[in-house]
């Protein structure tokens, strides 16, 4: 399958090259924890992609020596540099070409930098859109989504999900005709409209560094104690989810939704070591999205990240009563009352 995306056309090469895109974040439904080889996932996953949060990465590339410079908003980012250095190496084989550039590269997010939002997704995503849009130049190609989705899988497993689609899967699924280990795919055509404008209002709880880095927690699935068991789950919510996304049939959606949130940080709590990720403000805000929807009827649940924060998903016509909810209950519960509005997007794009 991999040999699929070494580059076999002509490559002809040019003395510089420039192109800048945006991709944007992805909160997974069906989570991805666990891996094996070289970024593949233990099970599948389904994201929603997002819209506001997003890096635009903009790319110089001169010929010469392989070697490559990293910056923020043109500041210099040496934290950075390892993981570009790795993601890198990963993709020469199938991107052969790049052994002779030099990369500039300039990143910036539209969300803050210390709002405990993972960038990786985004920046990996955009890194890859701009890799590919020049193998497209060199080589007359069009652009492939696929390889892009592949590429930026090897610099992070969820960025795979963040570049073309509002909803994204990812791993082979039986149910799933086209499902890969190594790329996402757009499962946009699944939504039904009730989903093609929800909302993500990201609660932040905590805005500090992950305290389990995702490698780190991702290995902690070698050899969990429940670990069979959780896989194959994901296996069957992602079938139900699906359906859910379909239909339009919300109560399945928070069921499975709020199950996997909850099974994700489950499987933090039950590994050695153990972790709890969650603060007690993620509980207060869990318990108040509970005491509302019951109160309320209205169709709004929860997912979280491996971290604190809360994604708060909803469908657009309940945004009033769901503000009042954030303004008159939940923003207490975030640091500094700070949220971010975010929706359904569609992708990445080139700036
Ligand atoms: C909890 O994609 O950050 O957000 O492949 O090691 O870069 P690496 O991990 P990463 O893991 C994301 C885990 C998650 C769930 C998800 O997005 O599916």
């Known amino acids: 399958m991999e040999e699929n995306f070494k580059l076999t056309n002509a490559v002809e090469l040019k003395e510089s090259l420039a192109t800048k895109w945006q991709a944007p974040s992805n909160i997974a439904l069906v989570k991805y924890w666990g891996k094996h080889g070289l970024q593949l996932p233990a099970n599948p996953s389904i994201s929603f992609t997002l819209d506001a949060c997003r890096t635009i990465t903009s790319v110089k590339a001169s010929q010469g020596k392989h070697s490559f410079s990293i910056s923020y908003d043109g500041e210099a980012i040496p934290e950075f540099v390892p993981k570009i250095e790795a993601y890198f190496k990963r993709i020469a084989s199938y991107c052969p070409w790049i052994a002779n550039y030099h990369f500039e590269i300039d990143t910036h997010n539209t969300f803050p930098h210390s709002s405990g939002i993972a960038s990786s997704a985004s920046s990996m995503a955009a890194l890859s859109a701009c890799v590919i849009d020049f193998e497209s130049e060199l080589t007359g190609v069009p652009l492939d989504y696929h390889k892009m989705s592949f590429l930026a899988r090897l610099g992070s497993g969820s960025a795979c999900r963040s570049l073309q689609g509002a909803a994204v899967l990812w791993g082979e699924h039986k149910d799933t005709e086209g499902s890969s280990n190594h790329y996402g795919i757009d499962k946009s055509e699944l939504l039904h409209p009730i989903f093609k404008d929800f909302q993500d209002t990201i609660l932040l709880v905590d805005k500090g560094e992950k305290v389990v880095s995702s490698t780190i927690g991702h290995d902690l699935m070698n050899g969990h104690a429940f670990a069979k068991a959780r896989f194959e789950q994901a296996h069957e919510n992602l079938t139900t989810l699906k359906k859910a996304l379909e239909k339009g049939d919300l109560e399945t959606f928070i069921k499975i939704t709020e199950s996997e949130a909850l099974t994700l940080h489950a499987m933090m709590m039950t590994s050695h070591p153990y972790f709890i990720l969650m603060k007690p403000q993620t509980l207060s805000i869990i318990e108040e999205i509970w005491a509302f929807r019951k109160e309320t009827q209205i169709p709004v649940c929860f997912t979280l990240d491996a971290g604190a924060n809360v994604h708060l998903l909803y469908p657009s016509e309940h945004k009033i009563a769901v503000g009042e909810l954030i303004n008159n ?21 080139k700036c």
């Open 329 to 349: 209950k939940l923003d207490q519960y975030c640091q500094n009352s700070h949220y971010i509005c975010d929706q359904i997007g569609t992708g990445a794009k």
